[in-house]
């Protein structure tokens, strides 16, 4: 754990090389909690929890898109290790990974004690602080490694697959120079000929034009547009 998280253990009078008369027996890590077996004795132990709060997924999903923004941060997950500055995401989204105060902590023990943190407490505490795998944070922080590697996953897939710039339809204010055109030069396959006496025949005698506003053609928003001033009946 970072050094923030060893200050918040400071603050709760828990220090290395401290050893609490129990040990833990099962470590549980999962969202939003850690929850330890503590034994004291051959028949008598006690459960409790750490409880740290999750992140939405409105944090979630812009953390994951900054790492796959991040090729080496990517590239360090996905083939599972934590970048040693992987705080610096969540720190941009203005939450911290790590706990950096003891009050962000919540602490329960079945213990019939009153001290918080109790000795039982103290041992869960310390193996969560040794927890070995890197991962351990995030699941506390509401995402665990599956989840979190298949969310940077998909996002990675959807960079990777996204359409390039130049093949979405463009904005009427970039075809403006060619509004009227034809085509290339001598292309006489895209004139078309329109229905005797039709008075939206204009709009028929030209290919379909590339510019759309708000995804209608604009050859669409125009015939309203002739049949106003033809007097035709819609």
Known sequence: MTDGFRRALGELGVHKG????????????????????????????????IGLPTFGKQVWTAVAAAI???????????????PDDIDRFF?????????EAAWELSLDCTC???????????AGLIALEEEAD???????????????????????GARVTAPPAETETPALDEVMDDFFG???AGDVTNMRRPRAGD???????VPPLKAAV?????????RPLYRAITGQAK
């Not at 997950?77 to 934590?82: A, E, I, M, Q, S």
């Not at 720190?91 to 706990?99: G, K, M, Y």
């Not at 708000?214 to 125009?222: F, H, I, K, P, R």
Request: overall charge neutral.
């Open 112 to 122: 019939p004690g009153t001290r918080v943190p109790c000795d039982h407490l103290v």
């Open 68 to 82: 796959v923004a991040d090729e080496a941060a990517k590239t360090a997950l996905l083939d599972g290790r934590v």
């Open 18 to 49: 401290l050893v609490p008369p129990c040990r833990v027996d099962t470590l549980t890590i999962g969202p939003g909690a850690a929850v330890a077996v503590v034994r004291v004795t051959r028949q008598r132990f006690y459960d409790v929890r």
């Open 91 to 99: 720190a941009a989204e203005q939450v911290p990974l790590f706990p």
């Open 199 to 205: 008075p939206l025949g204009l709009l028929d005698e």
């Open 134 to 156: 890197p991962f351990a944070i995030f699941a506390l922080r509401g995402r665990d490694r599956t989840a979190l590697l298949e969310e940077i996953g998909r996002q990675a």
């Open 214 to 222: 708000d995804g209608t053609s604009v050859t669409a928003l125009l």
């Open 182 to 184: 034809w085509g290339p």
